[in-house]
């Protein structure tokens, strides 16, 4: 028997209502691999904020710090503001664990319709590697003249070699164990410095990975691309903004958001990883029963590969795909089942 430790962080809204049946696929798998799962919970969230004024405890990371992975939710409440949320609890975990690679696969399945007409099936299938720690998201800049005519507002990028080799050289190799093709997203005519220096890093690390095929696009052109030839796509790498959007539109292209997985990766594994479905609390259908826990199945199935289960995690996916497959699916695919009912699905299909 193998065990580990998971730090779980529901969060917010329909957060909470997706980690249960991720669990309940964990411990399905689990008991025919011989691998099992314990939990330590976290209230974590945006109602905590306003019970407590902090998104999670000053020593939040040291708690977790020794977990084997951590899992979380959805975070973000209407009333607090998003940035609160984001810089008081993922962003933290991101930076303070180094998770710098943030990966979310795409891929365009049965039962899922795309609203691309020629987006069928099996057709698209792709990953988007996103820089997770600095970037366009970096906390340098200022405000001058609150209030007054000559305003202004300065945020800094901030793109270093070793951030940017790192998560490069992770995008070709992950591309050396698919179809061997990474396309690089970048903004080199418009932003004349950062991103010159982000093809330059590219072109070195391509230069040590001569099997794999390079294509640079413009993040503008390739936002297009990817909704007039997503099929074209095998692993894209884009900075932490860039990658943002794309992944996001990326999760649209392949039919709802409810079903998009992402993991944030310390890929040497000095601190633990986390994943979490790429949905957001959802205030709109929270409390209804109603969400698809599709998206968090699969981040808990990223997670298992990450564990070293990449036959657990396989299976995990094969039955979460072939409810759907069967026809089983939620409300935002067009289908009729509750969360609670398709978990079923799922779960019947493992045992
Ligand atoms: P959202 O992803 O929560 O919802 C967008 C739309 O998709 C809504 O209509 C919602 O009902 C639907 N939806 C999302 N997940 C679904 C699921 N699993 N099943 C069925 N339908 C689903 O994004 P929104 O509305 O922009 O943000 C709501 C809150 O979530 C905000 O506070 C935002 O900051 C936060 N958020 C948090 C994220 C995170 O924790 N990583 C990511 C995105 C947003
Ligand atoms: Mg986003």
Redesign the pocket.
């Known amino acids: 028997m193998t065990g580990y430790r998971i730090a779980l962080i529901p ?5 909470a209502e ?1 980690l249960p049946p991720a669990q309940a696929v964990l411990a399905a798998v689990g008991r025919r691999h011989g691998i099992e799962f314990t939990y330590d919970s976290f209230d974590w969230s945006c109602e905590r904020y306003l019970a407590e004024g902090a998104m999670m405890p000053s020593d939040g990371l040291d708690r977790i710090r020794h977990h084997d992975a951590v899992l ?7 009333g ?1 503001p ?1 940035h609160v ?2 810089w008081g609890l ?1 962003i933290p975990i991101r930076r303070g664990f180094r998770q710098y690679v943030n990966l979310r696969p795409v891929k365009v399945l049965d039962g899922v319709p795309s609203p691309l007409r020629g987006a069928g099936a099996g057709a698209v299938d792709l990953v988007v590697v996103r820089e997770n720690v600095e970037g366009e998201y970096s906390e340098i800049g200022g405000r001058l003249g609150r209030g007054t005519e000559d305003e202004l507002a300065v945020q800094e990028a901030v793109f270093t070699r070793k951030g940017v080799t790192r998560v490069v050289e992770y995008a070709y190799s992950l591309a050396e164990t698919r179809r061997n093709h990474v396309t690089s997203a970048t903004k080199s005519n418009g932003i004349v410095h950062t991103m010159p220096f982000w093809d330059e890093l590219v072109e070195e690390v391509a230069g040590r990975h001569p099997e794999v095929r390079t294509g640079k696009e413009h993040i503008d052109a390739l936002a297009a691309k990817l909704v007039l030839t997503p099929e074209r796509f095998d692993v894209i790498v884009g900075s932490n903004l860039f990658g943002d959007i794309l992944s996001d539109l990326a999760a649209a292209v392949a039919g ?3 079903v998009a997985p992402s993991a944030n990766l310390n890929p040497e594994r000095e601190f633990p990883s986390m994943f ?10 929270a409390g209804q029963g ?6 968090a199945l699969w981040s808990a199935a990223m997670m298992l590969d990450h564990l070293g289960h990449p036959e657990a995690s396989g299976e995990l996916l094969a039955a979460a795909f072939g409810a759907l497959d069967d026809g089983v699916s ?3 695919l067009g289908g009729t089942a509750d969360t609670a009912g398709y978990t079923r699905a799922v779960l019947d299909r493992m045992n």
Not at 72 to 78: C, I, R, Y
């Open positions: 969060g917010d809204g329909i957060g997706v979380l939710g959805a975070v973000g409440w209407p607090v998003d949320s984001l993922l709802s958001i409810g979490e479905p790429v949905h957001g609390s959802a205030p709109d259908i109603k969400a698809n826990p599709l998206g939620t409300v935002d």
